[in-house]
């Protein structure tokens, strides 16, 4: 998972807005200290996923919606999403 800091892209009065497209979001962290804004998502790289044990890859694959076969094919298949 990768994670982003808050930029607001433009403003509607009082509020700061982000659009965010094309992005499996999972968590929007809110830093009640320094009140930075960080959106959490789903984003696979082949080089961190070689690392992951094939048990997680497979289970990675399956809640994505594809049928694993090996590891190579399963992280061809999450860095495709």
Aim: glycine letters at 8%; proline letters at 1%.
């Amino acid at each position: 998972m990768k994670t982003i800091n808050f930029n607001p892209g433009f403003s509607e009065g009082e509020v700061s807005v982000m659009e965010v497209k094309g992005l499996d979001i999972t968590q929007i962290r809110v830093n009640r200290n320094s009140g930075n804004i960080d959106i959490v998502y789903n984003s696979f790289d082949a080089d961190e996923l070689e690392t992951i044990s094939y048990v997680k890859i497979k289970e990675m694959v399956e809640e994505n919606g594809g049928t694993y076969e090996n590891k190579k094919q399963g992280i061809k298949f999450l860095t495709n999403l």
